[in-house]
Each structure stands twice: as C-alpha cells, then as structure tokens.
C-alpha cells in the first residue's frame, strides 16, 4: 500500500511540475510614437485622408519644390540648432 501511494503521489508532483512550466509569453504594447509614422502636411494643398499633401495638385508639387527656409535639419526634420541660420536671435 506504501508503494502505491508513493508512486501516485509522484505522479501528481510530476504532473504539477509540468503544469508550472506552461506560462503565456507577455503582450507587446504598442506605443504612440510607432504607430504615429506619417508626417502631417504643412501645405495649404489638398491633403490625403492620412495628411500627407497630395502631390496630384499643381500647388502641394510647388510647394514640395521650394527651398525650405533652412537646409540644415536633423533626421527628424526639425531645424539642426548647430547652425547660424536655425538659431533664434537672444
């Protein structure tokens, strides 16, 4: 009798041991910033439903032509504030 209820009550640990094991992997979250990637329009154009200017249109073609104000800008596309001509005046 000893022996049998030794080996059931192995079994149930091993059973319990193999039950521990099986955790459900963590959710990834979505952050803000990944999800907002496309870059509003700063144009008086037409736009798309997404607010990127809408190249179909003669006036958002020469809006993307023109010089911008500075040419030295970050990876970000604001103003690179190592240069003369993006700092502001004290």
């Given at each position: 009798m000893k022996?049998?209820?030794l080996i059931?009550?192995?079994?149930?640990?091993f059973v319990g041991f193999t039950f521990a094991q099986t955790t459900k992997p963590a959710e990834?979250?979505?952050t803000a910033a990944a999800t907002?990637?496309?870059?509003?329009a700063t144009t008086a154009g037409p736009t798309k439903k997404?607010?990127?200017?809408?190249m179909r249109y003669k006036s958002n073609k020469d809006a993307?032509?023109?010089?911008p104000a500075t040419t030295h800008t970050k990876k970000d596309g604001t103003a690179d504030k190592?240069?003369?001509e993006?700092?502001?005046?004290?």
């Open positions: 022996k049998i209820f059931a009550s192995l079994l149930l640990s990834k979250t979505k907002t990637t496309a870059k509003p997404d607010g990127t200017a809408d993307a032509k023109a010089q190592r240069y003369k993006n700092k502001t005046a004290k």
